[in-house]
């Protein structure tokens, strides 16, 4: 079995998507997990720091300057969208978008996201923007433009503040780890980048 046939199985054999309770191992803070990460810690500060008591951050709070001097803004995506349907890419950077053999920006993440996998990669978007959680994950990528690497993501809801009807809005960021030449990744057929995870973990923004 391939490893992306075994990320599918592993998180598609109940019929759908179901998000793992705790991570795998000894429970972790987000903190810790992104101890080896400091441009996905610098995200996480910028989060916490915009983020009142009471309720999620304004989009309009991170300011695209600090991510700048952390050197993330290459490594950062931001979804946007009123609804499910209508959820989309509104920002891509660079080394995301090399990731594409296509130009994913304003492109409904149902176009984008294809095949059982996308499916699954789907709903953790879902459930970031619905539940307001954080989402953790760490695996291999395989990209439709043929790279391929070992990675770390984090996604972080956000509220919209710039379309005046609260629409909701996500943040991601991305670092690689390494890079990869293992050819047991049937990408043929996938036409966005998709994402076997050996790590997952989802956190309750009031926890963090």
């Not at 803070?29 to 610098?42: K, Q």
């Amino acid at each position: 079995m391939t490893r992306l046939a075994r990320g599918i199985a592993q998180w598609n054999s109940g019929g759908g998507y179901t998000a793992p309770a705790a991570t795998v191992g000894a429970p972790q803070s987000l903190s810790e997990l992104l101890a080896d990460y400091p441009g996905l810690d610098l995200l996480r500060d910028l989060w916490q720091r915009a983020k009142p008591d009471d309720d999620l951050p304004r989009m309009s709070a991170i300011d695209p300057v600090d991510l700048g001097r952390g050197g993330m803004l290459p490594f950062v995506w931001i979804i946007r969208g009123s609804s499910v349907e209508d959820y989309h890419l509104s920002l891509v950077g660079s080394e995301i978008r090399a990731n594409f053999a296509f130009n994913p920006v304003g492109q409904p993440l149902r176009t984008i996201l294809t095949g059982e996998l996308g499916e699954i990669m789907f709903q953790r978007v879902c459930k970031v923007l619905s539940d307001r959680t954080v989402h953790y994950s760490r695996g291999p990528v395989v990209g439709s433009a043929g790279r391929r690497y070992l990675g770390t993501r984090v996604m972080f809801p956000l509220i919209d503040d710039s379309s005046g009807h609260g629409t909701t809005a996500l943040i991601g960021g991305f670092q690689k780890a390494d890079e990869t030449d293992d050819q047991d990744a049937e990408d043929e057929d996938i036409l966005s980048p998709t994402y076997a995870l050996q790590h997952e973990a989802f956190f309750d923004v009031t926890q963090l």
